[in-house]
């Protein structure tokens, strides 16, 4: 036994060697961040919502990640996330846990492995591979950059890439690269906790997924303007 | 007679120890500019309290320093709490009561004492439980600058601290005719707790002055693409911010100059040809203070509570915690403006010197917000060192790659490198292993000294604007050191954190985890800091004195809390005179949590060669 662990051995029996001297150094904090929350301009009426939270200490944290989309006033896509974070680097942390995803139906289930974090130059980086119940398997990667044009008005470009493993009909997705987004973000921090944003975002679609898309009579790629806000608490 | 002659003959006696013009808007303003009439003083100034013996309490008090009520936590009700005039030989008794909901305590700051009086909850006692009294008693045996304020939980953010004056037990070598108490602190309508959280979910929350893409315009337009590429080559890579200078700013921040704002403008008054003594104390929380007073230049005295060899300046830095006292001289026909910028230029405190209580000076512009460079991140700032040799982690690299470290070597060579008492170390600088993970961002690998430094944001005050800034190596005691024995044995102690996590600690160790650091009662320690990160910290040895070595080993001032400049490193001699258990720390009031020690003087065996932080941390292994 350590030094260390005799010490804390002590203490447990009573002695009162924990020194608080001030305040508590890791104290239990969660965080609720709303990424987007928004409007966009088309002719499915879509609202987005993408958004996450945790609950933890420093370095260890339990995240939750929750993508939702409605398209005429009914919610189409719901995806949820439940993982455990734990920080391995100065600016990395691994994620691992489930992904539920509600809708579109049938639900479907995925194990996820992950790493997030900040790459040099400041790319905010957000990869996970998924494993599905069904044997499919998906790689999302997203990055995003923040260009500071003044301390309040942020221009931030991001691209989210989807990969799987293999062709998916009934959820029109083709194996390999499926699709893209890129966008541009232009947000004004009111405070560091809100910012309304407009934004321009262009989506690709490629191989399979372009067919089964265009079978189903919708469109492989477009342009969207969105309105909204991201906030966190 | 004049309205001016009134007041000074009512309020003051000559050299008689004042806290500064008190409440006296009826004679202020009249026909004055309408700025002025805006400012008539509506503060209200601290008690001075003496006696041998003082009773305090720790309670709740609205306050409205921002045009919004807020709840703050003060002792005997006002903010700053009273100051506390004692004499030098006399054993005073403090009794402490705590009307507060929570545990609360008191320290002494910089007063030599027994550990059991050092207010330090969980070291020295178990804190002051609500609705308790808690009687302190001890002897004075030194004179000077000093403060107090609270120990438990962030209850010194919200107002517990005031000033302690000891007078000399013989004559003063610091003469003066008038004697004002200058107490910096900052202030904010949010709850701490919430500030600390701001900080852990988002680091930068408060910087309201970070890198644009105009600054980056600017720097291409001047140094071209290429150039700018490379300069912002090591930034990038480290994914650092060289605006990165305090975690919390006048974004949120009302600074106070004995308790008052800008706005309020604390005032002192002055008569003709009276030498002035004005005693800086800095109970901040997290604010470092760049002071001068625009016109006049300062004699410093005093630092810390201990005379030194008086050094005239223009400006000097005063870190959270620290002390200075200065004479200054003011010519009678003018009014002088006390302007305490913050090391970040995110705000100011300031008040007026004035020998009219009509008059006020202008208030000067701030200086440009400091950028750190290569020399904050503790590299050579010759620029000839390759940039890839920084150490900084990536995703995979370095988290344990520092094999080419050779840690049988660190015992050996403490001893040979222990250098002259009062000139320093030669030490190689190493890293423990436990400065490496995901709760480091980085390590200084070539740390200047930063003895001769004035810190980021004045280094180039003398050139460009004509100001000499005090630096450490200008301090030089009053009288000679008493202690002449030569250190035993060195601890180099790192100052780590991880600014992003908004995680702090020493050696990478935080205080939750750490083992005490064991001084044996009657050695003489050098100990050697060395900043591992690009913030300024404020180290404070609870008990014993840090004597700062600068440079002449018979004049080693003594000092109870040091600025350490950011990817730099300083030392200083330690005598464990002070039997028990005492906290060591940086006074950052967000950074103390984490960076913290106990250290504990034992009685022992002469010597404890092989203890050192190297193989303090071999246990955890």
New interface residues.
């Given amino acids: 036994m ?3 662990h005799s ?1 804390t051995a002590i203490t447990l029996c009573g002695m ?1 060697l ?10 239990l ?1 969660s ?1 609720v961040m709303v990424d987007e929350f928004s409007w966009v301009e088309n002719e499915d009426d879509t609202y987005i919502f993408e958004g996450e939270a945790w609950f933890g200490y ?2 260890n944290k339990l995240w939750l990640k929750a993508n939702i989309e409605r398209h005429h006033g009914d919610t189409e896509e719901i995806e949820l996330q439940a993982l455990y974070s734990k ?6 942390d691994f994620q691992m846990g489930v992904r539920k995803d509600l809708l579109p139906n049938p639900d479907q289930h995925w194990a996820v492995i992950g ?1 997030k ?6 790319f905010e980086i957000d990869s996970a591979l998924f494993i599905g119940e069904s044997g499919q398997t998906g790689l999302r990667f997203s990055a995003e950059y923040e ?5 309040q008005w942020v ?1 931030s470009p991001e691209i989210e890439a989807n990969f799987y493993g293999k062709d998916d009909a009934e959820r029109s997705i083709g194996s390999g690269l499926s699709d893209t987004e890129i966008s541009l973000q232009l947000r004004y921090e009111v405070t ?1 906790k809100f910012a309304p944003f407009i934004a321009i975002s262009r989506n690709n679609s490629y191989g399979d997924t372009v067919n089964f898309l265009r079978a189903e009579g919708e469109s492989a790629n477009s342009t969207e303007y969105k309105i909204g806000f991201r906030a ?1 608490f | 007679m004049s309205v001016f002659d009134k007041l000074l003959n009512k309020s003051f006696n000559r050299r008689k120890f004042v806290t500064g013009a008190a409440a006296t808007s009826a004679a202020v303003g009249l026909g004055m500019s309408g700025r002025l009439f805006a400012q008539a003083a509506d503060y209200k100034l601290p008690l001075v309290l003496s006696g041998d013996e003082v009773n305090l309490s720790i309670g709740y008090q609205t306050v409205n320093l921002t045009g919004s009520e807020r709840t703050a936590t003060t002792v005997n009700g006002s903010l700053p709490g009273p100051t506390l005039h004692f004499k030098e030989g006399q054993r005073i008794k403090l009794n402490v009561k705590n009307n507060l909901a929570h545990d609360a305590s008191i320290h002494w700051h910089g007063i030599i004492l027994p550990t059991e009086m050092d207010g ?4 020295s006692f ?2 002051i439980k609500p609705g308790e009294t808690y009687e302190y008693e001890f002897d004075l045996n030194q004179s000077g600058t000093y403060w107090y304020h609270s ?4 209850q010194e953010q919200t107002g517990v601290y005031g000033a302690l004056i000891i007078d000399a037990k013989d004559s003063d070598p610091v003469q003066a005719d008038r004697d004002y108490v200058v107490l910096l602190s900052d202030w904010s309508d949010d709850d701490p ?1 919430d500030i ?3 900080l ?3 680091s930068h ?1 408060y910087n ?7 600054d980056l315009w600017s720097e291409v337009k001047k140094k071209g693409v290429e150039q700018t590429w490379e300069d912002r080559a090591m930034w ?4 650092m911010s060289d605006r990165d200078i305090s975690d919390v700013t006048g974004y949120t921040y009302t600074f106070l100059m004995n308790g008052a704002t800008p706005a309020q403008n604390w005032m002192g008054l002055f008569g003709k040809d009276e030498k002035i003594r004005l005693r800086f104390i800095n109970a901040a929380a997290m604010s470092i203070f760049d002071i001068r007073i625009p016109g006049l230049s300062m004699k410093v005295v005093a630092t810390d509570g201990q005379n030194i060899e008086p050094v005239t300046v223009d400006e000097f830095r005063i870190g959270v915690a620290e002390t200075y006292d200065v004479i200054v001289e003011p010519s009678a026909d003018s009014a002088y403006t006390l302007f305490a910028q913050t090391i970040d230029r995110s705000g100011y405190a300031c008040g007026t010197l004035t020998p009219n209580p009509e008059w006020r000076a202008e208030i000067p512009e701030m200086d440009r917000a400091p950028i750190l460079g290569h020399r904050d991140m503790g590299m050579s700032h010759h620029g000839s060192m390759d940039h890839s040799s920084m150490q ?5 690299g ?2 344990m790659n520092h094999s080419n470290m050779d840690h049988n070597s660190m015992d050996h060579s403490m001893h040979k490198g222990l250098g002259k008492a009062g000139m320093g170390s030669n030490n190689e600088i190493k890293h423990a292993p436990t400065e490496f ?5 980085m390590r200084a690998e070539m740390p200047q000294s930063g003895l001769h430094d004035p810190g980021v944001g004045l280094r180039n005050h003398k050139k460009a604007l004509g100001r000499k800034v005090l630096t450490y190596g200008d301090i030089y005691n009053l009288t000679p050191t008493i202690d002449r024995r030569e250190p035993e044995r060195e601890i180099q102690l790192h100052l780590t954190g ?1 600014m ?5 600690s020493m050696d990478g160790i ?4 750490a ?1 005490p650091l064991i001084l044996t009662y009657g050695e003489r320690v050098r100990i050697t800091l060395v900043n591992d990160t690009m913030m300024t910290h404020p180290i404070h040895l609870h008990g014993m004195w840090s004597e700062l070595e600068t440079g002449e080993p018979d004049y080693i001032p003594r000092k109870h809390t040091i600025l350490v400049q950011p990817g730099s490193k300083i030392s200083y001699l330690v005598s464990a005179d002070a039997l028990g ?1 005492w ?1 060591y ?1 940086c006074h950052l ?1 967000y950074h ?3 960076m ?1 020690r ?1 250290v504990r003087v034992v009685k022992g065996k002469k010597k404890q060669p092989m203890m050192n932080h190297h193989n303090h941390h071999d ?2 292994d």
């Fill in positions: 350590t030094l260390k010490l009162p924990m020194a608080n001297a001030g305040a508590k150094d890791d104290p904090l965080m420093d370095l920080a391995v680097a100065p600016y990395w790493f974090g900040l790459a040099p130059y400041f260009m500071m044009l003044t301390q221009l560091p966190w | 330090v909850p969980g070291l178990d804190g120990h438990s939980g962030f707790n600390y959280a701001n852990k979910k988002m929350f309201r002055q970070e890198r644009t893409m105009s990038n890579n480290m994914r900084n982690d990536s995703m995979n370095g988290s993970g995901p709760h480091v961002d991880n992003s996590r908004y995680m702090w935080k205080f939750a985890d083992e258990r906290a720390h009031l103390m949590p984490g913290m106990e246990n955890h």
